[in-house]
């Protein structure tokens, strides 16, 4: 991989070069995901669950904000209905579904874009705070951070 930066104005650049046997070249390819492996279907899956929640509570109702510990105990309650074998609602996609409203839910919380009293998740190792309560939680790991930092590009 070469490293060579040109400037364009509106484009991004790492500087950092890939070359394709055809010779053609492109900017680096890692740090910035994999679309192309997430599997479609899945996706599709879940989109029904987002459907199917526009019709019974509105089209973006999830968007609004709901606490965290509402997504987990959910997510928790259909991981466990399919542990058990039941097959009564898509409770893998349910599941997910639930995941991704929490991950979705918890960045907006860290860009300022949704209520910090959102995150109700207790950080249960720490010492209870000076008041005696038990602290809060940061809801995704540093990684997660960073991966959401380098797709907005911005400082978190």
């Not at 109702?61 to 542990?83: C, F, Q, T, V």
């Amino acid at each position: 991989m070469s490293t060579t930066e040109i400037k364009v104005d509106g484009l991004k650049d790492t500087g950092e070069r890939r070359t394709f046997e055809t010779g053609a070249v492109r900017d680096k390819v890692t740090g910035k995901g994999k679309p192309s492996l997430v599997p479609n279907f899945v996706i599709w899956l879940v989109s029904r669950i987002y459907e199917d929640g526009a019709i019974k509570y509105a089209a973006r109702n999830w968007e609004k904000g709901m606490p965290l510990s509402a997504y987990l105990d959910s997510a928790e309650r259909h991981i466990a209905k399919l542990k058990c074998g039941l097959r009564d609602e898509p409770h893998a996609t349910q599941a997910i579904w639930n995941l991704v409203g929490y991950v979705f839910t918890a960045t907006l919380i860290k860009l300022g874009h949704r209520s910090a009293t959102l995150n109700d998740m207790p950080n249960q190792l720490a010492p209870l705070n000076e008041k005696g309560e038990v602290a809060i939680a940061e809801p995704l790991s540093p990684h997660e951070y960073k991966s959401i930092a380098t797709f907005f590009d911005i400082k978190l």
